[in-house]
């Protein structure tokens, strides 16, 4: 090797020189990059391309794990402010739902001002298949007595209190076998008895008895109490005549009424705790809803 | 013959367990099944009187009723008070003379539970001027099979109550 170099070494320095210069001409003439620059950029091209791919790989991880972070948290705010809206939506479904029913009420009270009215809550609903009854969570230390009767708010009668307590009372509904109040159909002024039947209980149903003879009742004719005998206030809602019985000679022998209030669905009532014996006019309690 | 803090001891676990009874009907009574909501107090009297016999029988039936005329509406203010005595005299009777007490002895004796309890409501509607009958046999029917399935908890819990106080003795 040392010979080598010793006999040629002047050879090789003449060649690299030669090369080094038909280079740098070739360089300053060209308008692409010299030939070396371009052999090393060809040959680095695919490890360019390689990292290139690893590096955008690598931020595309990042990014999408950042992403993802942000858009849990984005969701779980998201969720939490759903809930919040939808609380926030049932209170005031809840709130319109009993302001309705305070309107309704303040519209009857400004009909009979001479209901003294104790709201109260269902606390049960029927307890045994042989009667139709509510307790509610309001007694005689609210002035709640025997024989009060209860409506919704609506003023649609819903029964009468049959037992009471310091706290609490139970009402027989209008449908319960019990239960008898006189009644006057709105339409005909014709009197009779609402009372429970309990072939018809079950059906939340009750009868009208003793109808007069020939009376002229049809489907939908709305049943109120009478007021007679100042035992219940007059004009309260009992329900629409569902269903008319004749017997063979042609006259109405009973009715059978829908009460137009839905025991099953009351959550809250008012009880009539005091009423003077005044008979409203007729007019007024058409517009009762 | 058992001591008197024996027989204290033992009304008191039948009065827990009666009290359980009377959490789970007050919970059933919140559900209709078969237009019917479950009715579990007849067979209180009635399976308790099948261990225990006639008098004390008779007497828990009492104060079962007594308890059912408190909490409940009926048609007239002391309707359990006079069936439910019955109810256990009968059961008690049946246990005496057809079947020993068990699970068997308690699906028969709450046939005239039901049949007594059901029908002095019927009875006394029927006194009232209700065509009460056809509709209260039906009602007796469907409140009977939809009642009759706990009869197995009732009669596992009274008898294990009943057991546990005779081991004791």
């Not at chain 1, 002024?189 to 009750?206: C, Q, S, T, Y």
Request: some cysteine.
């Amino acid at each position: 090797m040392k010979n080598f170099l010793k006999n040629h070494g002047l050879w090789i320095l003449f060649a690299a020189a030669v090369i080094s210069v038909a280079l740098a001409v070739l360089s300053f003439f060209s308008s692409t990059s010299s030939p070396l620059t371009n052999l090393a950029g060809i040959l680095a091209s695919p490890f360019r391309a390689a990292y290139t791919e690893i590096a955008t790989w690598f931020n595309d991880k990042q990014n999408y794990y950042k992403d993802t972070t942000a858009l849990e948290a984005e969701n779980a705010a998201l969720k939490r402010r759903i809930a919040e809206m939808e609380r926030a939506v049932r209170q005031g479904e809840e709130a319109s739902a009993e302001n309705e029913r305070l309107w309704q009420l303040l519209n009857l009270h400004r009909r009979r001002e001479d209901f003294q009215f104790e709201p109260a809550f269902i606390t049960e609903h029927t307890v045994t298949n042989w009667t139709s009854s509510l307790t509610l969570d309001k007694g005689t230390k609210h002035d709640v007595a025997v024989n009060d009767c209860v409506i919704d708010e609506t003023g649609a009668l819903v029964g009468v209190v049959s037992k009471v307590g310091y706290n609490w009372c139970t009402v027989l509904t209008i449908a319960d076998t019990d239960t008898s109040l006189g009644a006057q159909v709105f339409r005909t002024k014709d009197l009779g008895l609402a009372v429970g039947d309990f072939a018809l209980m079950g059906g939340n149903r009750l009868r009208l008895d003793y109808l007069p003879a020939g009376c002229q009742l049809v489907a939908g004719d709305l049943v109120q109490t009478s007021g007679l005998g100042v035992y219940y206030p007059s004009g309260l809602t009992i329900g629409s005549v569902d269903e008319v019985q004749v017997d063979d000679s042609g006259s109405v022998s009973y009715a059978i009424l829908a009460p137009a209030a839905d025991f099953d669905q009351l959550t809250e009532v008012f009880v009539i705790t005091s009423f003077d014996d005044v008979v409203i006019p007729a007019d007024d309690t058409a517009a009762e809803p | 013959m058992l001591a008197r803090n024996e027989t204290i001891f033992k009304w008191l676990l039948y009065g827990l367990a009666t009290l359980l009874c009377f959490l789970v009907q007050a919970v059933l009574q919140r559900f209709t099944f078969w237009g019917v909501i479950p009715f579990l107090y007849p067979l209180l009297p009635a399976v308790v009187s099948a261990y225990e016999g006639t008098t004390s029988g008779a007497i828990y039936g009492l104060a079962v009723g007594v308890a059912c005329d408190l909490l409940l509406p009926g048609p007239i203010p002391c309707f359990y008070t006079l069936v439910f005595p019955l109810v256990g005299l009968c059961s008690a009777l049946i246990a005496q003379s057809l079947l020993p007490a068990g699970v068997l002895c308690s699906l028969v004796v709450s046939v005239p539970a039901f049949l007594l309890t059901d029908g002095f409501h019927c009875f006394l509607l029927w006194t009232g001027g209700q065509s009460a009958w056809p509709t209260g046999g039906s009602v007796m029917i469907r409140e009977f099979c939809v009642s009759v399935i706990l009869v197995l908890p009732v009669t596992w819990l009274f008898a294990s109550v009943f057991r546990r106080t005779r081991f004791d003795n």
